[in-house]
C-alpha cells in the first residue's frame, strides 16, 4: 500500500515503442505505429486479460450489486510533481470518485491526448505510475484509446479516466441520511497537494520540501466503514479544498457544518507557506484526501481505522453538524470566533502583500 | 495543529505561533473588555491595511470586542485605492502589438473604467481579464523580478510591470531599478504612500475615528515618525500586526490613549517596526523615488502621496515611454460604475453592506467595484468571511 518511489518508475527502461524517442502523428492514426504503441506500452504495462484481447470493447466480469460508473479528465502542470504525476493522478481520482459512493472500483478505462513530440520515456513513466497505482487500488485499466494531437494544439499529455465499482444493494450514503450531532472527519493533513504542486509550478520556485498526497483511497474507505457501517456520507476532497466540500453538503440542507480551526490536520510546512502566500488551507487543492461524516457512536472507531491505514495516520475528527445555522459552512476559531467557510471561487494565487 | 501550537513556548520570541496563542488572545480579550467599560461610551477605531480587514475575517475578531468598540476598514487595499488611469492604461498596453503586461494577481480582475462592449451585466467596465481575453499578452507574476525575467527572456518585447502597492511592494520596485533592468522593460507607476492620507481623514465631514491602527508591513519601511501629527489632530495611534495578538495588542494601546484623553503614536508590534523605520529602505526608495500627487480612487489627489519614479529613472517609466501612444480619453473616465459606493467604503464611511450592490450585483465571481475584486478588499473580506451576516450562533443538538 506504500506509494511508489520514483525511482522504480525510472529505472525500468520502458517496454517497447522505442523505435521513437518522441511521439508521432502516426501514432494516433490507427495504424501501424498506434498498433505498436498500444502492444509494446499499454497493453504489456497495464498487462490484463480483457486488454490483451485487444477488442472494440472489453468484456467484463460482474460479480453483482448496482454499478458506480465516473469519469474525469486530468491535466496537471508539471506533469510530474513532488509525490506524483498525471498517471497516478488519474488512476487515483477516479479510483477515488468511485469509493466514496461506497462502491468497489474494479476496472477502468484510459484514454491520453498526447501532443506530437511528447516525450517518450515520460510517457512510458507515465503509463508505469498508473499501472502501479492500479495495482495498489486493485484496479485493472480494461480499455483505452489514444489520439494525438498537432504540436501547439494541446499540452503534452492529456488522461481522461473512467472506472466501473460494484456497490452492494445495501449501501446507502448521501447528503440525506447526515444529521446534527454527526461527526466530520478526515484522513490527514489538509492542502499538500495543493501547495505542493504551486511550489513547483513556473515562476514561483519555492524549493518546498512536500510532497502531493495523490493516492487511491479506496482501501482506507473499505477499512473505514468495515468498523463505522453506518458512514453517512463520503467526498474526496480534491480542487476547492475542504470549504467546497464542506459547502456542497450543507447547500440547501436543514443544518449546518462547524469546523474546528484547531483541530484541522495541516503540515507545518503548508500553515508556513500558506501564511507567506495568503492562502488558506482549507481553501487549497488535495488528492489524497476524504471527508466522512459518520455517526457520533461510531466515530471513534472510524477515526482509529483511518489511523491504522498508512494514508490515514494524521486522520481527524475537524467538525460536527449542527442544528443552527442551517445551509451554512462556518470555521470557529481557537479563540470561540466564528466565521462563514465561504465556497471557493477562485483558484488560490498569492497576494500582493 | 493545534498540537503544535501546544508544545511551542508561548514565551518564546519571533515564534509566529505565539501570536495565535489563545490565552494571550483571551487576556487581551479581557483587557479590551475593562477599557471599553472604563470610556463608558461607544469608540471608533479604524485599520488602514488591507491585510487586518483579511485577518480580522479570517479570525472574526470583530466577534471578540465588546459592542462599544468598532474597528473599521480604511484606504488599505491597494488595488481599491490604484487609480482607473493606471488601469486603463495597464489595458491599453496589453493590448498593443509586441507587449507583456506583468501584474499581479490580484490586479487582473479590476474594472477599470473603459466600457465593456456587450456586456450585459449591467455598467460593467473592462478588467485586465478582459483585456487578456481579447488578445492581450497578460500575465500573473509573484514579484517585480518576474517581469525583469519575462523581459530577458523576451529582449523583442516591450514588457511593462503594472506596479501597484504601498511602501512595502515600492521598496522592491526600487531595489530592483537600481540594480538596472532590461531596456525593454517600464514599470506603471501605481505606487501610494500612506501617511498623507490618513492626515487627510479627519478632515472629512462626519469623520468620528479616534485611533488608528497602523499598516504593520508599510510602517516597518517608513517608520513611526511620518504618523506624529496624527496625536495633534486627536488620533490615537498604535502599529498593527497581522496576527491576532497584535491586532487586538493594537486596540488595546489605542482604548488605552483614547480612555486617558492623551493621544500618542504607540508600538506594540515593536518586534518589526522601529521608530524611524528602515533606513536602508528608505534611502533606497528615496534614490528612485520622490512624492508627488496621486488619486486615490473615488478619494482625491492627496498631495505628496505617490511614489514616482525620479528624472534620472525616467527611462522606466511605462507612462513616459508609451506618452502619445494611448488613448488620453479612455485613460480618464467615472471612477466607480454606477451604484458601486467603493469609495464610502474604503473611508469608512459605510460598512460593505449598506452598499446596494453588495453581495447582489456585486460579488467575488461577478466584482462591480475594486474593493470585491482583491483579497485585500473591505468588500471581498467581508463577502468571503460572512461579516454581513449576523452573528452566527450555534445550535447543536
Given amino acids: 500500500m506504500s506509494k511508489p518511489s520514483e525511482d522504480t518508475l525510472i529505472a525500468e527502461r520502458p517496454v517497447g515503442a522505442s523505435r521513437y524517442d518522441t511521439v508521432r502523428l502516426s501514432h494516433g492514426s490507427g495504424g501501424k505505429l498506434t498498433l505498436e504503441l498500444i502492444e509494446e506500452l499499454f497493453v504489456a504495462t497495464f498487462s490484463n486479460e480483457p486488454l490483451k484481447e485487444l477488442t472494440d470493447a472489453a468484456i467484463l466480469h460482474n460479480p453483482g450489486g448496482r454499478i458506480a460508473f465516473a469519469t474525469d479528465s486530468h491535466t496537471v502542470k508539471p506533469a510530474f510533481f513532488p509525490g506524483g504525476d498525471i498517471g497516478r493522478l488519474a488512476v487515483a481520482g477516479t479510483v477515488n470518485d468511485l469509493a466514496v459512493m461506497g462502491a468497489t472500483p474494479l476496472y477502468m478505462s484510459a484514454a491520453f491526448l498526447l501532443e506530437e513530440g511528447y516525450d517518450m520515456d515520460e510517457l512510458a513513466r507515465v503509463v508505469r505510475s498508473m499501472k502501479v497505482t492500479a495495482d495498489e487500488a486493485g484496479v485493472s485499466i480494461v480499455a483505452g484509446d489514444t489520439k494525438v494531437l498537432e504540436r501547439g494544439h494541446g499540452d503534452g499529455i492529456f488522461i481522461n479516466t473512467t472506472g466501473i465499482g460494484f456497490l452492494p444493494d445495501d449501501v446507502q450514503m448521501g447528503v440525506a441520511f447526515v444529521r446534527p450531532g454527526d461527526k466530520v472527519l478526515v484522513n490527514g493533513t489538509l492542502g499538500d497537494h495543493g501547495i505542493a504542486v504551486m511550489s513547483r509550478r513556473e515562476g514561483l520556485d519555492l524549493a518546498v520540501d512536500l510532497t502531493s498526497d495523490v493516492a487511491p483511497l479506496n482501501g482506507l474507505i473499505a477499512a473505514v466503514r468495515a468498523v463505522a457501517p453506518n458512514v453517512r456520507f463520503m467526498r474526496d476532497v480534491t480542487r476547492g479544498g475542504l470549504a467546497a466540500v464542506a459547502n456542497e453538503v450543507v447547500h440547501r440542507q436543514a443544518f449546518g457544518l462547524r469546523v474546528f480551526d484547531v483541530a484541522v490536520p495541516v503540515n507545518e510546512i503548508v500553515e508556513e507557506y500558506s501564511e507567506m502566500l495568503g492562502i488558506d488551507p482549507l481553501l487549497a487543492a488535495n488528492e489524497g484526501k476524504v471527508m466522512m461524516i459518520v455517526a457520533p457512536d461510531e466515530a471513534e472507531a472510524a477515526l482509529g481505522a483511518m489511523k491504522a491505514h498508512p494514508f490515514g495516520r494524521e486522520a481527524a475528527i475537524i467538525g460536527d453538524i449542527v442544528v443552527k445555522p442551517e445551509g451554512v459552512a462556518l470555521v470557529e476559531t481557537a479563540y470561540g470566533s466564528r466565521r462563514v467557510l465561504e465556497m471557493p471561487i477562485e483558484e488560490q494565487l498569492p497576494r500582493i502583500c | ?397
Fill in chain 2, 1 to 397: 495543529m493545534p498540537e503544535v501550537r501546544a508544545t511551542r513556548d508561548p514565551q518564546a520570541p519571533f515564534e509566529p505561533h505565539t501570536y495565535k496563542d489563545p490565552s494571550l488572545v483571551a487576556d487581551l480579550q479581557r483587557r479590551i473588555g475593562e477599557l471599553a467599560l472604563e470610556i463608558g461610551r461607544p469608540v471608533k477605531l479604524m485599520h488602514i491595511c488591507g491585510t487586518h480587514e483579511h485577518e480580522m475575517g479570517r479570525y472574526a475578531l470583530r466577534d471578540l470586542l465588546p459592542t462599544s468598540v468598532d474597528v473599521l476598514a480604511g484606504p488599505g487595499c491597494p488595488v481599491c485605492v490604484c487609480d482607473n488611469e493606471y488601469i486603463n492604461m495597464a489595458i491599453q498596453l496589453s493590448l498593443r502589438p509586441n507587449t507583456i503586461l506583468t501584474s499581479f494577481g490580484d490586479m487582473l480582475a479590476v474594472p477599470g473604467s473603459i466600457p465593456l462592449e456587450g456586456e450585459r451585466r449591467g455598467d460593467v467596465r473592462m478588467s485586465l481579464l478582459d483585456a487578456r481575453a481579447r488578445g492581450g499578452d497578460v500575465r500573473a507574476v509573484y514579484s517585480v523580478f518576474d517581469a525583469k525575467r519575462i523581459a530577458e527572456q523576451n529582449p523583442d518585447k516591450q514588457v511593462v510591470f503594472f506596479s501597484v502597492g504601498f511602501e512595502t511592494t515600492v521598496v522592491a520596485v526600487a531595489a530592483m531599478l537600481k540594480r538596472g533592468v532590461p531596456d525593454n522593460l517600464s514599470v506603471i507607476e501605481a505606487n501610494y504612500y500612506t501617511p498623507p492620507a490618513t492626515r487627510l481623514l479627519p478632515t472629512l465631514d462626519g469623520f468620528d475615528i479616534e485611533g488608528f491602527i497602523l499598516p504593520g508591513h508599510a510602517v516597518t519601511i517608513t517608520g513611526l515618525r511620518v504618523y506624529e501629527e496624527l496625536p495633534a489632530l486627536g488620533i490615537a495611534c498604535a502599529s498593527g500586526g497581522f496576527e491576532p495578538v497584535d491586532v487586538l495588542a493594537s486596540v488595546a494601546s489605542l482604548l488605552e490613549q483614547v480612555r486617558d484623553g492623551a493621544p500618542t503614536v504607540s508600538n506594540p508590534y515593536q518586534r518589526l517596526v522601529k521608530y524611524d523605520g528602515n533606513e536602508r529602505a528608505k534611502a533606497e526608495l528615496d534614490e528612485v523615488f520622490e512624492l508627488a500627487p496621486i488619486r486615490w480612487r473615488g478619494i482625491a489627489e492627496i498631495p505628496f502621496s505617490g511614489y514616482k519614479l525620479r528624472e534620472s529613472y525616467w527611462h522606466a517609466s511605462a507612462a513616459r515611454r508609451f506618452a502619445g501612444q494611448l488613448d488620453e480619453v479612455a485613460l480618464r473616465g467615472a471612477e466607480h460604475p454606477k451604484g458601486c459606493r467603493c469609495a464610502e467604503v474604503t473611508l469608512g464611511q459605510i460598512r460593505p453592506d449598506e452598499c446596494g450592490v453588495f453581495g447582489t450585483l456585486c460579488t467575488p465571481d461577478s466584482p462591480y467595484g475594486p474593493c470585491m475584486v482583491s483579497h485585500e478588499g473591505t468588500c471581498r473580506a467581508w463577502y468571503t468571511y460572512g461579516m454581513h451576516k449576523e452573528q452566527l450562533r450555534v445550535e447543536t443538538v
